[in-house]
């Protein structure tokens, strides 16, 4: 069996390392195709390092634009790998344009396309993340659910004889740096103090795209009373600077740094005492940690996360405070995620060609 893997963004590394790990074991033959979706190298080669993962077979170089203009560029990159690969299965990763890209353009060849991390909605459909979503979702012939709410999700749409509940692939992974990184504290800012900090990232247009929304987030972070250590996306800093908002606050609580790769992602929050995002990944990432969550939207695609306040929703920056300085939960957490073992769930389903 061959499997095309189409990836172009942070989280999209992350799932594809134990897809990638266990296709290997199962002796099938894996062909990646990077779009360049994410071309900052701390975004992107440096996860391919950090996670074991091959080098791309394939890497398109697309770089930044508009949706469209993206999208468009990928989908015209794509048609000629895809013509000569002529893969199984062409497998798409998550919710990015890279996603969406990668699934026209293998349907219109009328080759068959898995799906992993289908079946997440946010109801929200101002976020470009939705349409890929639902858009990958009603035209992919397979689709992976990672969770039982998004089983339920595809079922109501029509969807339910093509889905399969795998478990999330993002456990496997998680997991395994939790354990090689369990005991081994991050480097941190002076001043700060393992326990003691918040981790943060912001990127999500809805928080960077307004200037005025991102000096209140901005201002709200800068005034936690606890140390933040901002591990500052491309996106956040190339806004700042457009908007001239400082990052830098000297005599604040805020400390910015530069993205981490993965494994030191896992650390920052593993020793941290909590987490402020708006990233779907790292809303996950700290429940599984066991690290509450404060997220800077009005939704979230893994509802799992706000069973017992976990997680919390923060749609206003003025109440940040307040929500990062909850008591941490008490109660025990389920394992809604899996167990760490999706991987060979995703491969299994791919070689029987779709559901049990």
């Known amino acids: 069996m061959q499997v095309l893997s189409i990836v172009g963004a942070r989280p999209q590394f992350v799932k594809l390392a134990p897809v990638a790990e266990a296709l290997t074991a199962g002796g099938h033959e894996h062909v990646i195709v990077h779009t360049g979706q994410h071309y900052d190298a701390d975004m992107s080669d440096v996860f391919f390092a950090d996670l074991r993962i091959p080098a791309p077979d394939v890497h398109l170089g697309i770089g930044s634009g508009s949706h469209g203009t993206q999208t468009g560029t990928m989908l015209a990159a794509l048609d000629s790998v895809l013509a000569d690969r002529r893969p199984d299965w062409v497998l798409v990763y998550g919710d990015t344009n890279s996603t969406l890209?990668?699934?026209?353009?293998?349907?219109?060849?009328?080759?068959p396309v898995a799906h992993l991390e289908a079946g997440l909605?946010?109801?929200?459909?101002?976020?470009?993340?939705?349409?890929?979503?639902?858009?990958?979702?009603?035209?992919?012939?397979?689709?992976?659910?990672?969770t039982d709410v998004a089983v339920t999700n595809l079922a109501r749409e029509g969807l339910a004889e093509r889905t399969v509940r795998v478990g999330d692939v993002m456990t496997d992974v998680c997991f395994r740096v939790r354990d090689a990184v369990r005991d081994t504290a991050p480097e941190l800012p002076a001043g700060f103090e393992p326990g003691g900090y918040v981790a943060a990232t912001i990127h999500r247009a809805e928080n960077t795209d307004d200037p005025?929304?991102?000096?209140?987030?901005?201002?709200?972070?800068?005034?936690?009373?606890?140390?933040?250590?901002?591990?500052a996306h491309p996106r956040l800093v190339v806004r700042c600077r457009e908007f001239g908002i400082a990052l830098e606050r000297?005599?604040?609580?805020?400390?910015?740094?530069?993205?981490?790769?993965?494994?030191?992602?896992?650390?920052?929050v593993l020793h941290s005492a909590g987490v402020v995002t708006d990233s779907g990944g790292l809303q996950?990432?700290?429940?599984?940690?066991?690290?509450?969550?404060?997220?800077?939207?009005?939704?979230?695609?893994?509802?799992?996360?706000l069973h017992d306040d976990w997680n919390v929703l923060v749609p206003e920056p003025a109440d940040l405070a307040d929500a990062v300085t909850r008591p941490v939960p008490s109660a025990p957490q389920g394992t809604p995620y899996g167990d760490g073992h999706a991987a060979g769930q995703v491969v299994d389903a791919l070689v029987r060609g779709g559901p049990a």
């Open 101 to 111: 890209a990668g699934t026209l353009a293998a349907v219109k060849l009328h080759l």
């Open 121 to 146: 909605r946010s109801f929200n459909r101002a976020m470009p993340e939705e349409h890929n979503r639902v858009l990958t979702d009603h035209a992919a012939d397979l689709l992976l659910a990672p």
């Open 212 to 231: 005025k929304r991102l000096t209140a987030v901005v201002d709200a972070l800068a005034g936690l009373p606890v140390p933040v250590l901002l591990l």
């Open 250 to 268: 000297p005599g604040s609580a805020l400390h910015t740094a530069s993205p981490l790769p993965y494994p030191g992602m896992v650390a920052a």
């Open 284 to 305: 996950k990432e700290a429940y599984l940690l066991g690290r509450p969550c404060s997220t800077l939207r009005t939704e979230t695609e893994w509802l799992e996360t």
